[in-house]
Every structure is written in structure tokens, then in C-alpha cells.
């Protein structure tokens, strides 16, 4: 297993200074932010730009990452793919497509993407509509050689009323998503706040995990007991402060990454674990976030076989 991190909480730094700043702290690997250059969308990046990507863009890609002996472990453009608006929608589907076209000329494994969800439809009528959305998009993955991994993001925000929003959130979900062909991107954190057990749920899991994020939460039972599980309802300027929880790096949070660690290991997951950076505590500055990062690889690296 290899200790790597995701690039989109450096938005602002190109690739190549990413990439020398993570060999110089110890990381083996990164996860590769992908979204199209759109603006300043919050926790998202362009850090490898599909749209044209060419045989001679891998090259120059693949020449930065060996010589930092880094590995490029998935391509990452987590969007809405059940986007209610069918212009939408149709633009998200292209560029997961285009992703994975990149990725197979990077030789890289893995796309990462959500499911999503129409938030005026139930969850059956999104799922039947998942059933037809992901059909090509995961055939044309596996003529590229390339695996799609949904990661089990919760994404709360993206409803009106704080509810799931990616349909991936549990282990009922993660079956109906392997029936697809698609595979999961592990990230424990959300599995906490949702009231499931993370070591519990992965177990039976483990040979459809292609990628791991490693992602950590604080929880106020206190607040809880005021809002409930889906969080503010009265009072919600920012749909993503649900009120009794936060996200925080590995070793500042709740999940026992030594359960976790181990339950991958005896499970045979031998790919790359990478860190999610998303705490506040430590974020609002590169200098900070940088400091997250080294906080989250002195508490992983001690767990995983050198």
C-alpha cells in the first residue's frame, strides 16, 4: 500500500510544484484533480486538463512523476452525473468519459467520479436512471483498461434539505454499484457521521476497492442532539455546515486508521491510501494545509508496510 494525496487542496499551485513538494515530504503518490477549468468552485482543481489531452500531455505528466518516483494513482473529477439539468448532465457524463480516456493514455488505474442524484426524484427513479447513465460510461472504461470508482461522499450539500446527495453512501448502495461494474473509492469519514461502523462495512468489501481516501471527522454529539442526523434545517446559510460535525485530517479526528489500515491489509488491497485534505483547522492558507498534510502523513505512514 502506498500513502499518497489528492491535489484539489492545493488549487492554486500547478502540478509539478505539487508534485515536488509531495516527494520532498515522503508521500509515494497523488490523486490528480480533474475538473474543467471553470472558475473557483470550492474543493475542486485543474491539475491535469483532459479536454485535448494528447499522447505528448502524457509524456510531459508521466516523465514529472517519475522523476519524483511518484505514482499516479486516479484521475479525480467528482461531480453530479444525475445532474437534473439534461445540458448538465450530458457535460458531466463527456468529461468523466474524456477522464478516462486520459487516464488510460497516463496509464493510470482509476477514475473517480460520484453518482449523484436528481433531488426531485426518489432514490429508485434515480437509480433506474444511474442504471442507464453508467451503462457506456463504464464500457468504455473497461475498453481502456480503466476502472471507475465512485467514492462514498454523502455530498448533502448538493439537496435542498441536507440529504444524500450521491447515491454511494452505504453498503445497500455499494452492491447496487458493483452490480454496474463500477468499484469504490473507500473514504471512512462519512461512514461515521451516517452512524455506520467503517471498519464493518468495508470487510466484506475489500476486492472492490480500487482506491482509498483517507479523510477524518469530528463529531458533536451535543449539536446533534439539537439538529438530528441530517443536520441545521432552520438556519442554513452554507449547505454544507450541517451544525454537529467536521471534517478533519487523519490523527485530529475519530477513525481508528489502525482498524481501518489493517482491515484493507487482510483484505489484499495493495493500492494507494490518499489523503483527503478538507479541515478547516488546518486549511485557509497553503502554509496551513501543507501543515495538515504533514500531520496526516506522520500518523498514517507508521501503519502502512514499508
Known amino acids: ?55 505528448g500531455d502524457a509524456d510531459r505528466v508521466g516523465k514529472l512523476f517519475g ?73 468504455h472504461a473497461g475498453e481502456r483498461g480503466v476502472k471507475v470508482v465512485i467514492e462514498n461522499c454523502v455530498m448533502e450539500g448538493w439537496h435542498p434539505d441536507g ?8 453498503p445497500e448502495l455499494w452492491e447496487w454499484m458493483f452490480s454496474l461494474g463500477l468499484y469504490l473509492n473507500f473514504d471512512p469519514s462519512h461512514l461515521v457521521w451516517m452512524g455506520i461502523d467503517p471498519v464493518a462495512a468495508l470487510r466484506p468489501y475489500v476486492d472492490r476497492i480500487a482506491h482509498a481516501q483517507a479523510k477524518d471527522i469530528e463529531t458533536f454529539p451535543e449539536r446533534r442532539n439539537r439538529y438530528g442526523y441530517p443536520g441545521r434545517a432552520v438556519s442554513r446559510e452554507d449547505p454544507w455546515d450541517v451544525g454537529w460535525w467536521r471534517y478533519r485530517v487523519p490523527g485530529l479526528g475519530e477513525v481508528d486508521w489502525r482498524r481501518v489500515v489493517d482491515a484493507l491489509y487482510e483484505g489484499g488491497f495493495d493500492g494507494v491510501l490518499s489523503v483527503e485534505h478538507e479541515d478547516p483547522v488546518w486549511g485557509g492558507s497553503e502554509p496551513r494545509i501543507r501543515t495538515g498534510l504533514e500531520v496526516a502523513y506522520r500518523t498514517l505512514r507508521p501503519l502502512l508496510v514499508a
Open 1 to 55: 500500500m502506498k500513502l499518497g494525496f489528492f491535489t484539489a487542496c492545493l488549487p492554486q499551485r500547478p502540478l509539478a510544484e505539487i508534485a515536488s513538494w509531495a516527494a520532498g515530504a515522503g508521500y509515494e503518490a497523488l490523486e490528480v484533480a480533474a475538473w474543467p477549468a471553470l472558475g473557483d468552485r470550492p474543493f475542486t482543481a485543474t491539475h491535469v486538463d483532459v479536454a485535448g489531452f494528447t499522447a
Open 67 to 139: 522523476e519524483h518516483g511518484l505514482t499516479l494513482s486516479s484521475l479525480a473529477y467528482y461531480d453530479n452525473n444525475l445532474h437534473p439539468d439534461p445540458a448538465e448532465r450530458a457535460a458531466v457524463n463527456a468529461h468523466v468519459l474524456a477522464c478516462i480516456d486520459a487516464a488510460a493514455l497516463l496509464g493510470c488505474p482509476t477514475v473517480g467520479t460520484f453518482v449523484g442524484r436528481d433531488p426531485g426524484k426518489t432514490v429508485a427513479e434515480n437509480l433506474r436512471e444511474a442504471e442507464a447513465v453508467f451503462a457506456p460510461i463504464v464500457a
Open 163 to 170: 440529504y444524500p446527495g450521491n447515491l454511494a453512501y452505504s
